[in-house]
């Protein structure tokens, strides 16, 4: 439950990532992804690189 209240700033990003692929937003929602790509050899960071893509499919 903690994790849900105080996301990190990586899924924070992927958060705000998916509120702007849903708003239609696709210039910020690409460099958000930019944003996780950079991000993916942090821990965990692949995982929400690839929750991104799922996304986008």
């Given at each position: ?11 924070e ?24 790509e ?20």
């Amino acid at each position: 439950m903690e994790r849900l209240l105080h996301p990190t700033p990586q899924e924070e990003v992927l958060i705000l990532f998916a509120k702007a692929c849903r708003q239609g937003d696709l210039e910020l929602a690409d460099h958000l992804l930019r944003i996780l790509e950079a991000l993916a050899c942090r821990p965990h960071g692949e995982q929400l690189l690839e929750r991104a893509y799922r996304l986008l499919a």
